[in-house]
């Protein structure tokens, strides 16, 4: 999986062209000089592998990605708990993620995550409940998040995790979530917060069956050894589906549950045994790297030059069928 590294997600960084010995070509009228500046925009590669036994119906995750107006992504993680009442879990979070993606050309969204998943909350009509992280990057290079629940989001520099949101929950394995219920939990729950970024920085979002079955120095390692944010995210969700199935594996969801208290019983303790494997889960995967476009000053906003908008318009992936 080594690649070189020419070829690793670090993009060339904007120099300045060599000073000509020849004089300039005169510009017509028609084609004037203009001033221009750098936007930040997201390049953005997602994968999504369902629960083993949930393969057939496409699993109970639902994401969507868009890398237009510097790039926003979302993924809602729908409760299983709901199908012990007959509830298709998936449906509320695949209507949740629509809804996120039709609200993002509304003005009163104003690029905030809270305001859009407040609306596409207030919008979705479907029984069930979910965990939910939405997160934009500004122009500017701010990355703005509204999280509920234990979806995750880790910014990798230079080989380093230098950020990661923490998790929200009531108690082990029960965290917060979006409901259609008057008990759930509102965006105004929501951890929301701000990371200013870098060009080459990477993002890793996931569902938590991403985060449960893989460390951080994993993701690090694949990072650094992926040509590119698609293989990125494909490589980081096949990994975690293996672990998922290990018993062997002492996965971090394993370690989480022990420093908990859950562990096996005690005969077994005398016998040496501990509680390890992974977890079963749906596993999705949004990788996205931070890139630099240059946009005439007088042209609102529309790129001269499109890198990174491999996604181009919204594409919402409501499983993976």
């Given at each position: 999986?080594?690649a070189?590294?020419?070829?690793r997600?670090?993009?060339?960084?904007?120099?300045?062209?060599?000073p000509?010995p020849h004089?300039?070509?005169r510009?017509s009228r028609?084609?004037?000089?203009?001033?221009a500046?750098l936007?930040?925009v997201?390049?953005?590669?997602?994968?999504l592998?369902?629960?083993?036994?949930?393969?057939?119906s496409?699993?109970?995750d639902?994401f969507?990605?868009?890398?237009?107006?510097?790039?926003?992504?979302?993924i809602a993680?729908?409760v299983s708990?709901?199908?012990?009442k007959?509830?298709?879990?998936?449906?509320?979070?695949?209507e949740?993620m629509r809804?996120?993606?039709?609200?993002?050309?509304?003005e009163?969204?104003?690029?905030?995550?809270?305001?859009l998943?407040r609306?596409?909350h207030a919008?979705?009509?479907?029984?069930?409940?979910?965990?939910v992280i939405?997160?934009k990057?500004?122009?500017?290079?701010?990355?703005?998040i509204a999280s509920?629940?234990?979806c995750g989001l880790?910014v990798?520099r230079?080989g380093?995790v230098?950020?990661s949101i923490s998790p929200?929950e009531?108690?082990f394995?029960c965290?917060?979530?979006?409901?259609?219920?008057?008990?759930?939990?509102?965006?105004q729950?929501?951890?929301?917060?701000?990371?200013n970024l870098?060009?080459?920085?990477?993002i890793?979002?996931?569902?938590?069956?991403l985060?449960?079955?893989i460390?951080?120095?994993?993701?690090v390692s694949?990072i650094?050894e992926?040509p590119g944010?698609?293989e990125?995210?494909?490589?980081?969700a096949e990994?975690?589906r293996?672990?998922?199935?290990d018993?062997?594996?002492?996965?971090?969801?394993?370690m989480?549950a022990?420093?908990r208290?859950?562990?096996?019983p005690?005969?077994?303790?005398?016998?040496?045994?501990?509680?390890?494997?992974?977890?079963?889960d749906d596993?999705?995967?949004i990788?996205?790297?931070?890139?630099?476009?240059?946009?005439?000053?007088?042209?609102?906003g529309?790129?001269?030059?499109?890198k990174?908008n491999?996604?181009?318009?919204a594409?919402?992936?409501?499983?993976a069928e």
């Amino acid at each position: 999986m080594a690649a070189s590294t020419a070829s690793r997600l670090s993009p060339p960084r904007f120099r300045a062209p060599s000073p000509s010995p020849h004089p300039p070509i005169r510009r017509s009228r028609f084609s004037p000089v203009r001033a221009a500046k750098l936007e930040a925009v997201l390049s953005i590669g997602t994968h999504l592998i369902p629960h083993p036994r949930k393969a057939a119906s496409g699993g109970e995750d639902a994401f969507f990605a868009n890398s237009n107006a510097g790039g926003v992504f979302a993924i809602a993680d729908g409760v299983s708990g709901w199908a012990e009442k007959d509830v298709n879990p998936a449906l509320f979070s695949r209507e949740l993620m629509r809804n996120s993606s039709n609200f993002l050309n509304n003005e009163e969204v104003s690029r905030d995550p809270q305001i859009l998943l407040r609306k596409a909350h207030a919008a979705t009509s479907s029984i069930g409940s979910a965990t939910v992280i939405i997160a934009k990057l500004e122009k500017t290079g701010t990355l703005k998040i509204a999280s509920v629940g234990d979806c995750g989001l880790k910014v990798i520099r230079k080989g380093q995790v230098m950020f990661s949101i923490s998790p929200q929950e009531h108690y082990f394995d029960c965290p917060y979530q979006i409901s259609s219920e008057a008990v759930g939990q509102t965006y105004q729950d929501a951890l929301v917060c701000s990371v200013n970024l870098m060009e080459g920085d990477i993002i890793v979002s996931g569902s938590d069956g991403l985060f449960d079955n893989i460390f951080d120095q994993e993701i690090v390692s694949i990072i650094s050894e992926s040509p590119g944010v698609h293989e990125a995210a494909k490589v980081l969700a096949e990994l975690a589906r293996k672990h998922s199935v290990d018993v062997t594996f002492d996965s971090p969801y394993s370690m989480e549950a022990r420093s908990r208290g859950f562990d096996v019983p005690w005969w077994k303790k005398i016998l040496g045994a501990k509680l390890i494997g992974g977890k079963m889960d749906d596993i999705t995967v949004i990788v996205a790297q931070v890139k630099t476009v240059v946009v005439p000053e007088d042209e609102g906003g529309d790129t001269e030059e499109q890198k990174g908008n491999e996604q181009g318009a919204a594409a919402v992936v409501a499983s993976a069928e």
